[in-house]
């Protein structure tokens, strides 16, 4: 049982260029999140997903977009990659919503860009 | 707004030695605390989840309370091990429904080290 697989690990990125941030999780979870984390401080809630065809922002959407076609998957699409979006990106998903049941996390992308 | 809060930001400790982690937050309004362990390089996992009904839970070593009036929890490790060292955070889950789903306001986190 995998959890919840975020790819890559690690990515540097010019100013300007686009990348997807992939994210699966196999525990059938309807509840998916993508959050950031910013050195010494906590996570912030970009997007999050409460079923297959659903997304809505978070606390810090501006810069990225998401789409969730399955269960399975939640990408993240940072189209055009700025400096303020150098950070390490985690993954997560619940069985229930609003924290009713724990957040299983992904191991996190660590994503610079220069 | 909500905030939460973690002191202290880091905690050394001998081995063996009982532990207390403190979180508050500002709004009282809360639907759950969580409390997660990150270890370098890796993702958070979830240690305890308390409703906001509850004032405590217990897992092993770890017990979390809940004082929501106060705006306050604690996570209380007993007999620390070199093992336990990492980050540990809270995060409040708000009432209500729609817009509020997954919207975890997180700490910052207390890095504790246990050494020998």
Redesign the interface.
């Known amino acids: 049982n995998a959890g ?1 697989t975020q790819t890559p690990k690690f990515r540097i990125l010019k100013i300007g260029q686009s990348m997807t941030l992939q994210c699966t999780q196999d525990m059938n979870h309807n ?1 998916m ?1 993508w959050y950031r984390q910013d050195p ?6 970009i997007y ?1 997903s ?1 079923g297959a065809g659903i997304t ?1 922002k ?2 810090v959407p501006n810069g990225y977009n998401v789409s969730r076609s399955t269960t399975e998957d939640f990408p993240l699409r940072l189209e055009l990659a700025a400096p303020s979006q150098t950070s390490v990106y ?1 993954c ?1 998903s ?1 069985y229930l ?12 992308t660590r994503l610079t860009v220069t | 707004k909500q905030e939460v809060t973690q002191i202290p930001a880091a905690l050394s400790v001998p081995e063996g030695e009982n532990l207390v982690l403190n979180c508050s937050f500002t709004d009282s309004a809360i639907y759950n605390l969580q409390w997660f362990r990150q270890d370098p390089g890796k993702g958070l996992t979830s240690l305890l989840l308390i409703q906001s009904s509850q004032r405590e839970q217990t897992s092993g070593r770890l017990n979390a309370s809940l004082d929501k009036s106060s705006g306050r929890s604690t996570l209380y490790i007993a007999a620390s091990q070199p093992g336990d060292s990492a980050t540990y955070l809270c995060a409040v889950s708000p009432r209500g429904g729609g817009t509020s789903y997954g919207k975890l306001t997180f700490g910052q986190g207390t890095i504790l080290t246990v050494h020998p």
């Open positions: 919840v509840y999140y010494g401080m906590g996570l912030k809630l999050y409460v809505d978070g606390e985690f997560a619940s919503g609003q924290g009713n049941s724990p957040l299983h996390f992904g191991n996190g």
